[in-house]
């Protein structure tokens, strides 16, 4: 398996980069970020408005497994054609406030472009905790598979 | 670089789990640890051996006996908690780079 994604935080910042190389000409990349319909395919999320202007706004909103709707949301600062998005992100309805993204497309070869994401977070600790967000996840997955697995072994001696 | 997604690999096996699950309250000797599973030892030993590389287990010499031990430091090193983090990235971007390869097929 290929590493494309990499991610750069440094401890003690209150930001982090995402970079990813992909296999598609710049516009057909930029157009994912732009186009609602397309959005919704591969964030897997509904699209409950998207301007993609400056000054423009977007909210999104998912259904998690148990039916509760998430909402996300933010305002759009710039939006230059296949160079860059800025704009706000937050999840609404929980602690980890506002953060800042800011989005770069290049164009690498006729086939390939490079998405720069740099997101700053209000606080160090918010950073974190938002990063720690999928590891908890996954490490709550992997125990209740721990703790079936020792179920079974107890119960066969 | 690589050992950050071996550690998820390696907790991914049932076996690997169940043998961190028998180590977490004492040490044990490869041995000990065989006894209780069905497999064959040498399938054992080589689960041993992929958890002492990922650093998730440590051994430990005591007198002739070589006793296996839980590293609990490894899993706190902010390495490990961006690793999840950044699958959910890549899955993402997978998805999107599938979304537009088909969409650019249907244009």
Redesign the interface.
């Known amino acids: 398996m290929e590493r494309k994604t990499k991610i750069n935080a440094l401890d003690g910042k209150q930001e982090l980069t995402i970079t990813r190389e992909f296999d598609l000409p710049l516009d057909l990349l930029f157009t994912a970020y732009v186009e609602a319909e397309i959005l919704e395919q591969w964030m897997g999320t509904k699209v409950l408005k998207l301007e993609s202007k400056k000054h423009g706004s977007y909210q999104f909103e998912t259904t998690d497994p148990k039916g509760n709707k998430h909402g996300f949301s933010g305002v759009i600062h710039e939006l230059i054609l296949n160079k860059r998005i800025i704009r706000t992100f937050e999840m609404e309805g929980t602690p980890f406030g506002v953060q800042l993204e800011i989005y770069d497309f290049e164009q690498l070869t006729a086939d390939t472009s490079k998405l720069s994401m740099h997101v700053i977070y209000e606080s160090v600790t918010l950073r974190d905790r938002i990063l720690q967000l999928p590891f908890a996840q996954g490490i709550n997955m992997a125990h209740n598979r721990i703790q079936d697995i020792l179920y079974k072994l107890n119960n066969r001696s | 670089?690589n050992l950050r997604?071996d550690v998820?690999q390696a907790?991914a096996d049932?076996t690997r789990?169940?043998i961190?699950?028998l180590v977490a309250t004492q040490s044990m000797t490869a041995g000990a640890i065989a006894a209780?599973f069905d497999t064959a030892r040498p399938t054992v030993s080589k689960h041993l051996q992929i958890l002492t590389e990922c650093e998730l287990l440590k051994q430990e010499q005591n007198g002739r006996e070589i006793l296996y031990h839980l590293n609990p430091d490894h899993m706190k090193e902010?390495a490990?908690?961006?690793?999840?983090?950044?699958?959910?990235?890549?899955d993402?971007?997978n998805?999107?780079?599938?979304?537009?390869?088909n969409?650019?097929s249907k244009k």
């Open positions: 670089m997604r998820f907790i049932p789990r169940a961190l699950l209780n902010i490990d908690f961006i690793e999840p983090f950044r699958q959910l990235w890549e993402r971007f998805k999107l780079e599938a979304v537009m390869k969409y650019k």
